[in-house]
T-cell receptor, first 112, second 114 residues
């Protein structure tokens, strides 16, 4: 079965600083989702990457999929307290159905 | 507004009791899912359904049961056979028909066994 490892597990940054979260798969990636979760709440969809080398941005968050390395990175520019939360990556199953394997998450704290 | 609702937000259960978690969506999605989230373990799939009256076991189905009698509803029953039911439960839905349809999540139900 596929496994997704996220690094770092937790991150504390000062407001205004840039940061990167990585998601590495044990198998070939057929696409990748990034979600954000506030503690005790549901997941909020951020973006989906489908092709190797694809890069997408939403406000100050940019994600890229590198199929050759079976990895995706999520980069936040000029972090704000509103960026705090848990970031999870998810990879769809290769079987053409929407079963998704999720990583264990990266907890981000932004200090004002 | 379209979305997914889960109820209740908090649920307390005595050992030996069955309990049912509600999940309703008005997004007209065909596929629905139940996940369990524990600290440090990410999300684990319990059951999923791609169409009404059909559902499949996920990775950790033991001690759980579901039904899919209506397109918009996918209730999860946590039975007394589930050894460690205290967790955060998340319901999700998505369009069917391909691997790249993102899942939309409800707000979750936190179940505590007393």
């Amino acid at each position: 079965s596929q496994e997704l490892e996220q690094s770092p597990q937790s991150l504390i940054v000062q407001e205004g600083k840039n940061l990167t979260i990585n998601c590495t798969s044990s198998k070939t990636l057929y696409g990748l989702y990034w979600y954000k979760q506030k503690y005790g709440e549901g997941l909020i969809f951020l973006m989906m990457l489908q092709k190797g080398g694809e890069e997408k941005s939403h406000e100050k968050i940019t994600a890229k999929l590198d199929e050759k390395k079976q990895q995706s990175s999520l980069h936040i520019t000029a972090s704000q307290p509103s960026h705090a939360g848990i970031y999870l990556c998810g990879a769809p199953d290769s079987g053409g159905y929407q079963k998704v394997t999720f990583g264990t998450g990266t907890k981000l704290q932004v200090i004002p | 507004d379209g979305g997914i609702t889960q109820s209740p937000k908090y649920l307390f259960r005595k050992e030996g009791q069955n309990v049912t978690l509600s999940c309703e969506q008005n997004l007209n999605h065909d596929a629905m899912y139940w996940y369990r989230q524990d600290p440090g373990q990410g999300l684990r799939l319990i059951y999923y359904s791609q169409i009404v009256n059909d559902f499949q076991k996920g990775d950790i189905a033991e001690g759980y049961s579901v039904s899919r009698e209506k397109k918009e509803s996918f209730p999860l029953t946590v039975t007394s056979a589930q050894k460690n039911p205290t967790a955060f439960y998340l319901c999700a839905s998505s369009r069917a028909g391909g691997p790249y349809n993102e899942q939309f999540f409800g707000p979750g139900t936190r179940l505590t066994v007393l």
